[in-house]
C-alpha cells in the first residue's frame, strides 16, 4: 500500500487541544458534526475527558466502556461507507496479547498494510488500548555506538513507523485506525504519536448525573420511574470506582423494575450490596479532601444500619488501619522512585491496587497518614476495651469520632452525646 510524507502540519490557534499537550481534541458534539459532513480522520484515539476544576486529591473518573466503543462503531460506519466491512474491516484487542510471536504493534501495522483488492478503506479499531507502547523491535543491551547506528536509522517499531507516514490532514486516507483506552497521557510516546498522525476524542466521564440520565433514558421507553437519588445510591455502594460496574449495575435495576415499575433508594439498598474495599477507598480519599460530609456518609455505608455496631466497627477499623499502614508503606517507596511493580512484591498486593496506592500516594502527606495510623490504634484499644458499656451506639460513636479526628488532623477524645452526622 502506497502512503503519503507526511505534510507539515500548520501552526493552528491555540486550542484546549494544545494545553492538554494534543494538537487536535475533539469532544463528541465536535466529532458528530465532522461525521455527518463525511469527513474521516487517518487515525483516531478514543478515551475518556477529565472533569474541569477536579480536586487534585481525586481519582479520575473513565467514561462508560460503552460509551467508548458507541464512539468506536460510529467512526468505523462513516469510515466503511465505500466499502465491505467483511474485507476491509478489523478488530483488535491489546488484552489478547502478542499474535503468533508477531507483537501487537507489527501485526497492527501489518493489518493496516493489508488491503483488499476489491474492497475499500482498511479499517483497524484496537481495543483495551492502555498499555499501548512503542519501541517494539529494540534490541536491548547494545553498545552506545550500536545504539546510535540504530537511532540514526529511524525508529524501529512497525506501527511508529507506519504513523510517520501519515499526512493528517489526509482527506482520502488509505486506512482509518481507530485506537480505544480508558486513559491516554499527552506524554506517553505511543499517545503523543497517535495524537500527532490524526485526533484524539475526548468522552465524558461516568458522573453521577450522567448515571442518573442514563437511568432516566433507558427506563423511559418502558415507563420506569426512576426516583431522584437512585444514581448516588448506586455510586456510593460501589464506590463509583468502575464505570463498567456502574452500568452493569443500572442495567440489572432496570430489568428487576420490569414495564411499569419504579426504581427507589431503597431497591438500591435492598439488591446492591456494599462494596466494603471501594467503599475503604472512597473514606480514605474524603479524609485526604477534608470532605467531612462526604467521609461520613460513605463511613455509615460500612456500618450498616441494623448490623452488630461492634463487629461493623471492628471491622470497618481493621479495613482502614489495613489501607493505612498500606499506603504508608507505599507513600516510602514512591518518594524513593519505587514502581508499581516494586509495591506489588514489597507490599504483597495485586498489580491494580499497587496502581491505585501509587496515584494516592503522589497526593497524600505523610503526616497526616502517620497521624491516622496513631488516630486508630488508639480507637482500637477503645473499642476492645471491656468498659464500653452499651456496644453497639458505643462503637458507632467511637470509630465516627475517630474519622473525625483523622479528617481534621485533631486529638482523638472519646465521644460526647452527640453523634458525628449531629456535629457537622
Known amino acids: 500500500m502506497a502512503t503519503k510524507p507526511a505534510a507539515p502540519a500548520a501552526r493552528a490557534a491555540k486550542s484546549e487541544g494544545e494545553a492538554k499537550g494534543f494538537p487536535r481534541v475533539f469532544d463528541e458534539k465536535v466529532l458528530a458534526a465532522e461525521l455527518a459532513t463525511g469527513r474521516i480522520r487517518p487515525v483516531y484515539v478514543v478515551s475518556s475527558a477529565d472533569v474541569p476544576n477536579r ?61 483488499s483488492l476489491f474492497g475499500g478503506r482498511r479499517v483497524v479499531t484496537v481495543v483495551h488500548a492502555d498499555a499501548m507502547a512503542l519501541g517494539e523491535g529494540k534490541p536491548k543491551g547494545r553498545s552506545k555506538a550500536a545504539k546510535a547506528a540504530a537511532d540514526a536509522k529511524g525508529p524501529q517499531d512497525p506501527l511508529e513507523r507506519a504513523l510517520l507516514a501519515v499526512d493528517p490532514d489526509d482527506r482520502d486516507p488509505a486506512f482509518v485506525l481507530i485506537v480505544v483506552a480508558q486513559a491516554v497521557s499527552p506524554t506517553g510516546g505511543a499517545w503523543e504519536a497517535l495524537a500527532r498522525a490524526g485526533v484524539v476524542v475526548l468522552i465524558a466521564p461516568l458522573t453521577v448525573q450522567a448515571l442518573q440520565a442514563y437511568l432516566a433514558e433507558t427506563g423511559a421507553p418502558h415507563g420506569i420511574r426512576i426516583a431522584a437519588g437512585v444514581a448516588q445510591k448506586v455510586w456510593d455502594r460501589l464506590g463509583g470506582s468502575d464505570p463498567a460496574r456502574l452500568r452493569s449495575t443500572a442495567d440489572r435495576l432496570i430489568l428487576d423494575a420490569g414495564p411499569g415499575g419504579t426504581v427507589t433508594t431503597a431497591t438500591v439498598e435492598d439488591n446492591v450490596p456494599v462494596d466494603r474495599e471501594a467503599a475503604v477507598w472512597a473514606v480514605t480519599d474524603a479524609i485526604e479532601r477534608r470532605d467531612v460530609a462526604r467521609a461520613m456518609t460513605v463511613l455509615h455505608l460500612l456500618l ?58 503522589r497526593t497524600v502527606n505523610p503526616s497526616r497518614t502517620h497521624h491516622a495510623l496513631r488516630v486508630l490504634a488508639q480507637l482500637d ?18 470509630t465516627e469520632q475517630a474519622v473525625l479526628a483523622i479528617v481534621r488532623g ?5 465521644p460526647g452525646p452527640s453523634t458525628a452526622l449531629q456535629a457537622l
Open 381 to 398: 484499644r477503645m473499642l476492645k476495651s471491656s468498659q464500653l458499656g452499651e456496644k453497639r451506639q458505643v462503637a458507632l460513636r467511637y
Open 304 to 361: 450498616e444500619p441494623g448490623g452488630d455496631g461492634e463487629s461493623d466497627a471492628i471491622r470497618t477499623l481493621g479495613a482502614l488501619a489495613s489501607q493505612y499502614t498500606q499506603l504508608a508503606a507505599a507513600t516510602a517507596l514512591v518518594r524513593k522512585g519505587a514502581t508499581v511493580m516494586d509495591l506489588v512484591r514489597s507490599v504483597g498486593v495485586s498489580p491494580g491496587r499497587a496502581e491505585a496506592l501509587v496515584r494516592q500516594a
Open 410 to 414: 485533631g486529638d482523638f477524645h472519646a
Open 55 to 115: 480536586d487534585r486529591y481525586a481519582d479520575r473518573p473513565y467514561a462508560d466502556p460503552q460509551a467508548l466503543l458507541g464512539t468506536a462503531r460510529r467512526i468505523e460506519a462513516v469510515a466503511l461507507q465505500r466499502g465491505d466491512p467483511a474485507l476491509d474491516y478489523v478488530k483488535l484487542d491489546y488484552l489478547d496479547g502478542d499474535f503468533e510471536a508477531q507483537g501487537m504493534n507489527a501485526l497492527i501495522a501489518a493489518q493496516l498494510r493489508a488491503q
